[in-house]
T-cell receptor, first 113, second 112 residues
Framework: DAGVIQSPRHEVTEMGQEVTLRCKPISGHNSLFWYRQTMMRGLELLIYFNNNVPIDDSGMPEDRFSAKMPNASFSTLKIQPSEPRDSAVYFC???????????FGPGTRLLVL | SQQGEEDPQALSIQEGENATMNCSYKTSINNLQWYRQNSGRGLVHLILIRSNEREKHSGRLRVTLDTSKKSSSLLITASRAADTASYFCATDGDGQGGKLIFGQGTELSVKP
């Protein structure tokens, strides 16, 4: 099992640019979670999907952030336009649903200049 | 404040000593989980304890849960330098619809 796959692993971009982060969950998992981690705010849940449907996006900071899950094996988190305060590590995680064990990807380290 | 809050925020011990980390939460839960995060890496699940369990073991890890006090502890026995990491508790409280709420974590440093 390859685990949760995220790409890119590192992204450096300039303020105002569009950023797209990608995630492939573990096969058979029907829930997918996007988190953001910073020193100041810790680990924050941005949005999660169940069976490809967004269930709770209350953690999405503002309209500049959007997430999609077009099928069971792929999700994207998009930031447009990006700002320096979006610099963080973004994690994707998946599980079989409910409050069960979540399996995290290696993260995407984003730096917005 | 957060659903899961770890204590202490940072802990430094010598190799071979035991490390104890605590977690408090506010709402009723179905289960509580502990995760480890090595620097620059994703979180790795360590152990899950359900609300009807009081204690659980996994190798050198021992987790206790006291639902009356809404608290849990993680004990790492005979610590090793490789245990150096941040440790997070996470809860799936009522009304959270399947999502976990993570605490701020305890940063453990084990010195050889």
């Amino acid at each position: 099992d390859a685990g949760v796959i995220q790409s890119p692993r590192h992204e450096v971009t300039e303020m105002g640019q569009e950023v797209t982060l990608r995630c492939k969950p573990i096969s058979g998992h029907n829930s997918l979670f996007w988190y953001r981690q910073t020193m100041m705010r810790g680990l924050e849940l941005l949005i999660y999907f169940n069976n490809n449907v967004p269930i709770d996006d209350s953690g999405m900071p503002e309209d500049r952030f959007s997430a999609k899950m077009p099928n069971a094996s792929f999700s994207t988190l998009k930031i447009q336009p990006s700002e320096p305060r979006d610099s963080a590590v973004y994690f994707c995680a998946s599980n079989t649903g409910g409050g069960e064990t979540q399996y995290f990807g290696p993260g995407t380290r984003l730096l917005v200049l | 404040s957060q659903q899961g809050e770890e204590d202490p925020q940072a802990l430094s011990i010598q190799e071979g000593e035991n490390a104890t980390m605590n977690c408090s939460y506010k709402t009723s839960i179905n289960n509580l989980q502990w995760y480890r995060q090595n620097s620059g890496r994703g979180l790795v699940h360590l152990i899950l304890i359900r609300s009807n369990e009081r204690e659980k073991h996994s190798g050198r890890l021992r987790v206790t849960l006291d639902t009356s006090k809404k608290s849990s502890s993680l004990l790492i026995t005979a610590s090793r330098a490789a245990d150096t990491a941040s440790y997070f508790c996470a809860t799936d409280g009522d009304g959270q619809g399947g999502k976990l709420i993570f605490g701020q974590g305890t940063e453990l440093s084990v010195k050889p």
